[in-house]
């Protein structure tokens, strides 16, 4: 059982196999919290040598996708979603399947914001307003119809530029 972030940090994969073999443990919360330290800790370590270090960014990546996965639907779950969002595993940037689902939930959540700010100003979106912006991935662009929304008289105007 890893509890000590300078431990987890040593062995990656030891200390996701401790987090994942301790999955009804009572001390699981300490395991998780030792492990997403010890990755951050070592990220910042690494910093600068992901590119040519062997097993840099991408294996902690990868740590803390198989831990995800391990610990299945529930609060242990959650709870280590909220820790990897919390120390941020310095994934952007790499091209990872964690990257492009963080990058993809990000876009759904801008563009469900945008369509229930409209909704709760009244404002009626067309399916073909509706389509573009759920079809959307550009959080820059994203990001300024969520502006617009708050003061458009028509749905169409969120995509008038300025």
């Known amino acids: 059982m890893i509890t000590q972030a300078e431990e987890a940090a040593q062995d990656l ?3 996701a196999f401790s987090a994942l073999a301790y999955t009804k443990d009572p001390g699981l919360t300490a395991i998780r919290d030792a492990l997403a330290s010890g990755m951050a ?12 270090d062997e097993g840099g960014d ?3 990546v990868d740590w803390a996708e198989i831990v995800e996965v391990g610990l299945g ?13 919390t ?3 310095n994934f952007p940037g790499s091209n990872t399947i964690v990257e492009e689902s963080w990058l993809e939930g990000k876009a759904e959540g801008k563009a469900e914001d ?17 389509e573009r912006v759920t079809a ?11 502006d617009r929304s708050l003061s458009v008289a028509d749905a169409e105007e969120l995509f008038v530029e300025e």
């Open 73 to 85: 639907e529930g609060p242990g779950r959650d709870y280590w979603r909220h820790l990897m969002a």
């Open 87 to 89: 120390y941020t595993p």
């Open 13 to 15: 994969g030891v200390a």
């Open 136 to 146: 959307c991935t550009d959080l820059d662009v994203l990001g300024a119809w969520l």
């Open 41 to 52: 800790d070592e990220a910042e370590k690494s910093k600068g040598h992901a590119e040519t």
């Open 58 to 60: 991408v294996d902690r």
């Open 114 to 130: 945008i369509l229930r700010i409209l909704g709760v100003r009244g404002i009626e979106v067309s399916d073909s307003v509706r």
